[in-house]
């Protein structure tokens, strides 16, 4: 880790954008930013491979699955074998095809609520610090108030009482988990709205709604990458918590799913640990191939965290001061 | 005393909300509660026309009265403290079984936060001031990756290896109920401690990255201070100079935080004691939502959040009363 290169200030692109490139240039440079970040700290290449694994086993994995993982058989809890890669479950379900398909559920519904969330911590962050006034006096005390509220447990009574399945997961971990991404943008665009270009665009009659979204909002992108990484992690862990609690919809197979099953069945107690160990490995390698991102991101963004000599170069300079 | 003033304000309109939220969910979430209880019960018995009178009368679902009367009566019955009555052990209030399980769950939570704060704590000051060197790289990252390990998994993994393979520690309960009575006896206290030793370790494992990283990252940060250099300069031990200069002021957030973790031991462990089957507030969520028991479930969530916004209330005064700069910044 301590031979790591971090790009030099210098040789990197910026990560505020320039307002006055055109809006596809813009893009391109987010694109460019990114693949250096991923390409040049070697914990964020390596999280985005491990990301990037589980979505294409989440995209093409079940194409090659030749059982339904909800087909039974009369092979109970068979241990691993060529045959059943992960052995199969007390009525005879394949695991492994079971864990590729969940692998599906679980990394794209992951992936799409973190998107939501986000999205919506973003409208709510950018409307509330822009507008300022009653506006933002409401949205502020409404993100307080949320999140102050225990996320598990109002995630668990909401879940409990709306009809079972992946929407209403989803939108339970929407409804208690948007207020701290929207807290750190409200943030960011107070100190954004009286930039000059956000001033300039507003001398110039630039529609609201285009200033926030289109002038403020590409300066926030890193932060809405970083926020969005980390809530991703937050929805996979809570998503498969919820499910395992028997609050998800059992006959679609998942990563939490298949870990409610195996309690049920008592897998524990049966030593069946070919049932159990694999979800819960694979949510802990996915999460950690997020925060790895994180880490990386954290320290592209705050210096000071990064392993290298730039610190104790500073410290020295200050010393001959 | 603007700001306290404020602070207190602030978490009056959390308590409303969250009240309001418990009040409103059932009666906006689609279906009857009173019909799905009923189809279960039958399942198991008939189940006769008093019987779901009863069920309807708890649910506050027999009155004609509008959702202003319904709202203003719940407020009322929460003031006296009738948080309604069990399902699953019809009729005990539902009260009475959560007095019963807070305990074990403040117990075990209680303990497990402690240790988990001093161990992170002092995990992060020493990586910190070993920085660079073969035991901060190698730290971190492997505390990145256990606070990303799913701690109910974790907990179902600890129980099958210490429980199951090799049969060091029980596999469910909060004390041997079959051979010990309660009291305050060596055996029940022993059988007691052999209980919650897998659960607390759950929960320190699971927490410890989340203290060690934050005052990891804080104690960089007051390491590149001029009066930690200027102490070093002056000769002073390493010691003296790692925890009465930099520690002492860069442990303030996680003060805070351990405010926060004290409100959280309440509903914070659910999942562990799920898998532990631990006789405390999370267990007893489990088994509520398996029995739709849903006054229950809504006494249980009450409890929680007052428990958080409590012990936030409690945090936000502290970091007031600790660090003086926010008492200057908000009231000027």
């Known amino acids: ?321 | 005393m603007r700001h306290v003033i404020r602070r207190i304000l602030f978490y009056v309109c959390a308590v409303w909300a969250a009240i309001t939220l418990d009040f409103f969910i059932p009666r906006l979430a689609p279906g009857d509660p009173v019909a799905a209880l009923v189809g279960k019960m039958s399942t198991k018995g008939y189940v006769t026309p008093e019987m779901k009178q009863t069920l309807s009368v708890m649910f506050g679902l027999d009155t004609h009265d509008s959702l202003w009367v319904q709202y203003f009566k719940y407020l009322g019955n929460l003031l006296h403290g009738n948080l309604g009555n069990s399902i699953q052990y019809f009729p005990t209030p539902v009260i009475q079984i959560i007095g019963q399980d807070i305990g074990w769950s403040i117990m075990l939570g209680g303990v497990a936060v402690v240790i988990s704060f001093i161990l992170g704590c002092l995990l992060g000051i020493i990586s910190a001031w070993k920085r660079n060197t073969a035991l901060d790289t190698m730290l971190s990252p492997a505390m990145n990756f256990l606070s990303a390990i799913p701690y109910f998994w974790l907990a179902l993994i600890m129980l099958f290896l210490f429980s199951y393979l090799l049969n060091w520690f029980p596999l469910s309960g909060g004390y041997d109920s079959a051979d010990i009575d309660p009291g305050l006896t060596f055996d029940f206290i022993g059988s007691v401690i052999q209980h919650a030793f897998l659960p607390a370790l759950t929960l320190v494992i699971s927490s410890l990255a989340g203290w060690m990283l934050t005052m990891r990252n804080s104690m960089i940060t007051t390491l590149s201070e001029d009066y930690v250099l200027m102490a070093k300069a002056k000769g002073l031990s390493e010691g003296r100079v790692m925890f009465r200069y930099a520690a002492r002021n860069a442990v303030l957030p996680n003060i805070t935080g351990f405010a926060i973790a004290i409100g959280a031991i309440v509903g914070g462990q659910l999942l562990t004691e799920m898998v532990f089957s631990y006789p405390g507030i999370g267990y007893a969520l489990l088994q509520a939502v398996n029995q739709q028991d849903y006054a229950m479930i809504q006494s249980i969530f009450l409890i929680i959040t007052l428990a958080v916004l409590g012990a936030n209330f409690l945090a936000d005064m502290l970091y007031t009363f600790l660090d003086p700069r926010v008492r200057q910044e908000r009231s000027a």
């Open chain 1, 1 to 321: 880790m301590q031979t790591q290169e971090i790009p030099r200030p210098a040789s990197a692109a910026p990560i505020a954008l320039l307002p006055s490139d055109p809006l596809p240039a813009r893009f391109l440079n987010v694109l460019l930013v990114t693949w250096r970040a991923m390409t040049t700290s070697r914990k964020v290449a390596v999280g985005s491979a491990i990301v990037g694994f589980f979505i294409v086993v989440g995209l093409f994995g079940p194409f090659f699955m030749t059982i339904n993982p909800n087909a039974t058989s009369h092979l109970f809890i068979a241990p691993p074998s060529a045959s059943h890669l992960l052995g199969t479950t007390v009525v005879g379900e394949d695991i492994f095809s079971q864990l590729i398909y969940g692998t599906r559920t679980s990394v794209f519904w992951g992936l799409g609520t973190g998107l939501l969330l986000t999205l919506l911590s973003v409208v709510v962050g950018l409307v509330g610090g822009y507008f300022g006034g009653w506006i933002d006096d409401v949205l502020t005390l409404l993100t307080n108030v949320s999140l102050v509220l225990p996320a598990l447990p109002l995630a668990i009574v909401l879940a409990a009482y709306f009809p079972r399945g992946p929407l209403t997961i989803s939108l339970v971990i929407l409804f208690t988990n948007w207020a701290w991404q929207a807290r750190v943008l409200r943030s960011q665009t107070l100190s954004l709205r009286n930039r000059e270009f956000v001033i300039a665009a507003r001398a110039s009659g630039e529609h609201t709604w285009r200033i926030i979204f289109f002038e403020i909002f590409p300066n926030e992108l890193g932060l809405v990458v970083a926020g969005f990484v980390s809530t991703t992690i937050f929805v996979v862990l809570t998503w498969a918590a919820l499910e395992f609690l028997g609050l998800g919809d059992g006959t679609i197979p998942s990563w939490g799913s298949i870990l409610y099953w195996a309690q049920q069945a008592g897998a524990l107690g049966g030593g069946l640990w070919w049932w159990f160990i694999p979800p819960g490995a694979c949510i802990a390698i996915l999460g950690a191939g997020l925060s790895l991102i994180n880490f990386g991101i954290d320290e592209i963004a705050d210096p000071r965290l990064r392993p290298e000599r730039s610190v104790k170069a500073g410290k020295s300079k200050k010393a001959v001061a």
